[in-house]
């Protein structure tokens, strides 16, 4: 059965520990009656301040209306819900420079909220501090440079325990090394070949997100089966082939980082 806010009454009865153990547990915040009324709206027609913030906090939209057009602000029965509800929604809309609402009030007080607040999400709850994890949020962008055009590049899962991974050719390898499959395998037994059906390479490549040329795909058949080799990429084969790794973070500054 599906969990609701409406399958009993904390709402319109105000009990907020009900109502956070309901949503807790995956109930749907949205819900609607057969009049379009939701958990917000029996919220804010029974003055129920505390739920109406719950509530929010975990994602209730407060622009809907129930189906005869009744919207929050038509709901209210107390000044201080109305109030709330104008300033949230004067939050949300944006508020003129002009405006006494744009400035918070501060007291002096350490203790921003109390110990027992029940809202939904915490945003006070370890702010970043300065040059926090700075070193993991860095980008590093890997430049391959060759004086040759570089070979194709296939973003390809060959094992359900992977991921896709980038894949070259092996055919391509031989003719850019000019050396037979049987003297590549027994020279380089460490670097890893393995073996796809042709449709399969083709569905997986024509797909892929990071494939932006289909030219190089007009020689393969979608439906054909036979099989391809593929050797994975790697620093070794990229210096095999001629070509140079150069990695930079977003600063442009050089990184030192192996090729996975």
């Given amino acids: 059965m599906r969990v609701t806010a409406r399958s009993t009454r904390p709402v319109l009865r105000g009990w907020l520990s009900i109502v956070q153990h309901l949503l807790e547990h995956g109930a749907d915040i949205n819900c609607s009656a057969q009049d379009g009324t939701r958990p917000l709206h029996d919220a804010v027609e029974n003055d129920h301040l505390d739920v109406v913030r719950l509530l929010l906090s975990y994602g209730a939209d407060p622009t809907l209306a129930t189906y005869s057009g009744r919207s929050l602000l038509k709901m209210t029965h107390s000044d201080i819900m109305e109030s709330f509800l104008s300033d949230y929604f004067a939050d949300l809309q944006g508020r003129a420079d ?91 037994t460490h670097i890893e070949v393995v073996t796809i059906a042709e449709a399969e390479f083709y569905k997986q490549a024509s797909l892929s997100q990071l494939f932006s040329c289909p030219e190089e795909l007009e020689g393969f058949m979608p439906d054909s089966k036979e099989l391809l080799d593929l050797v994975e990429i790697s620093a070794e084969l990229v210096a095999l082939l001629g070509s140079s790794l150069e990695c930079l973070d977003d600063r442009w500054e050089p990184v030192s980082r192996p090729r996975s």
Avoid: H
């Fill in 98 to 188: 002009d405006d006494p609402g744009v400035y918070w009030e501060f007291y002096g007080s350490a203790v921003c909220e109390p110990a027992d607040d029940s809202s939904g999400y915490d945003i006070l709850a370890n702010p970043p501090g300065p040059g926090e994890d700075e070193e993991e949020q860095r980008e590093v962008f890997e430049f391959e440079f060759s004086d040759r055009p570089l070979l194709p590049c296939y973003n390809i899962q060959v094992s359900l325990s992977q991921g896709p991974r980038n894949w070259l050719l092996l055919s391509d390898v031989l003719k850019r090394l000019k050396m037979s499959a049987r003297t590549f395998r027994a020279t380089f």
